[in-house]
């Protein structure tokens, strides 16, 4: 009877049957009589301990509504309930789902079919693990010219060094994704943390540094107490580059300074790795510092063509000071 109400009521939009007021066998009679509700926008699902059961009973209310907000979190769907949902919500106008502390082990997508409209996916609190047989899920939610997804969080997962280095590849071509979420994921140390520097700002080359990802303006790896205390980058700062108060802080802060430039430049992906290639190229300082952290053991100065070092001589004297240009000089 409650299904067939909401359905007849045309102005319902937010549906909220949260801790405990369903179960599975709620679900099967509560979405039978959902099906030809074409009003609701919002639905929040979470803490019912569904199983797949539940999600079955949803997917012909999935497949034809105007949907654009979910949760179900910390229900027990596993993996095969998100392939499930995602395959019931290809063409759904869904643009924010919430699959947060649901038991789900690994993103292998069954079908090749994923919500045309997704732009925020919450999956934290889950058991993931990505490795080479979830990589092929990954790239259909990330790569190609018809990936929407703009926030992906992975909280408290079972992330490790492997999952940042698929992670990494994939993202290297994505022009969409800003916000990525990976903190307290324990596995993932030095060496994961360094991979996701290069991703927004390799200095192994200068065209390495334009060919970095310019898009992310929010990637959160690591919680740091005294986070805030450290200061970003910008063309206008000077060489003050204190070290954090944590063992951490020093790889987390670059890794904002990056992203810090992205934002600044969001709309014109260009500028922002011109900027990287101003601030951390040709600024010794800093070049010192990123180059130790990456392992990267050679001059800038020797892969410029010397037709264009008076243009190079100009941004550090117009950007970076005297000094700075009598350090090129030498």
């Known amino acids: 009877q409650l299904g067939r109400d909401i359905s007849n009521n045309t102005h319902l939009k937010d549906v909220y049957l949260y801790e405990g007021a369903l179960n599975d066998h709620k679900m099967s009679f509560v979405f039978r009589g959902l099906t030809r509700s074409n009003s609701i926008q919002l639905m929040a699902l979470y803490e019912n301990n569904l199983s797949i059961a539940g999600v079955r009973s949803m997917v012909p209310f999935l497949q034809k509504n105007s949907l654009k ?197 969001e709309r014109v992906a260009a500028d922002a790795g011109k900027e990287k290639v101003i601030l951390t190229q040709l600024h010794s300082g800093k070049r010192a510092k990123l180059a130790d952290l990456q392992g990267v053991d050679h001059s800038v100065y020797g892969e410029i063509n010397p037709l264009h070092l008076p243009e190079v001589l100009s941004l550090i004297g117009q950007h970076h000071g005297q000094g700075e240009l009598y350090v090129a000089l030498k």
């Not at 027990?76 to 499930?84: A, T």
């Not at 047989?133 to 992975?154: E, F, I, M, P, V």
């Open 69 to 265: 907000r979910l949760n179900i979190s910390d229900n027990d769907i596993l993996s095969e309930g998100l392939n499930l949902l995602f395959q019931a919500l290809s063409d759904s106008p869904i643009e924010n789902l919430r699959v947060s502390d649901c038991s789900i082990e690994s993103i292998e997508l069954a079908s090749g079919r994923l919500p045309r409209n997704l732009k925020h996916l919450h999956l934290d609190g889950n058991n993931i693990k990505i490795n080479a047989d979830g990589r092929n899920g990954l790239a259909k939610l990330l790569q190609g010219g018809h990936s929407t997804l703009k926030g992906l969080w992975l909280n408290n997962n079972k992330i490790d060094n492997e999952g940042v280095a698929i992670l990494v590849d994939i993202l290297r071509s994505n022009t969409k994704l800003t916000t990525l979420a990976l903190e307290h994921n324990n596995d993932i140390t030095y060496d994961g943390e360094i991979l996701l520097l290069k991703l927004v700002n390799n200095l192994s080359s200068i065209k390495a540094t334009l060919q970095s990802n310019h898009t992310l303006t929010n990637l959160r790896v690591k919680y740091i107490p005294y986070y805030s205390s450290l200061t970003f980058g910008s063309l206008n700062d000077s060489d003050s580059d204190e070290e954090g108060p944590n063992p951490d802080g020093e790889i987390l802060r670059r890794i904002n300074m990056a992203v810090d430039i992205n934002e600044r430049h």
